[in-house]
Nanobody, 119 residues
């Protein structure tokens, strides 16, 4: 049974930082790309960042230069370091994992963690 559990969300002032974590179980974590997504109120879920099994990273233009995705295969955990946060970053953040290696298409989702950035 696959489980993805996010943590680390909260309320922060604009310009502040947060680090999100996503602990995975039930998948061969080291072989899988992992992604971060977010959904703001009234909007569709959008992709934020991806890290592949070989540590290649990609970011949405809206977060490039401010967010950093990383992974710790020993802990089966992926992280999202968020700096210089803006009110428009307010959303529920989800991690997603594929059901097999060599794809980034998400099959499994976590429950999400709320990030609120006040102005």
């Amino acid at each position: 049974q696959v489980q993805l559990v996010e943590s680390g969300g909260g309320l922060v002032q604009a310009g502040g930082s947060l680090r999100l974590s996503c602990a995975a179980s039930g998948i061969i974590f080291r072989l899988n790309a992992m992604g971060w997504y977010r959904q703001a109120p009234g909007k569709q879920r959008e992709w934020v960042a991806t890290i592949t099994s070989v540590y290649s990273t990609n970011y949405a233009d809206s977060v490039k230069g401010r967010f950093t995705v990383s992974r710790d295969n020993a802990r089966n955990t992926v992280y999202l370091q968020m700096n210089s946060l803006k009110p428009e970053d307010t959303a529920v953040y989800y991690c997603g994992a594929p059901d097999k290696a060599a794809t980034t298409k998400v099959t499994y989702w976590g429950q999400g963690t709320q990030v609120t950035v006040s102005s």
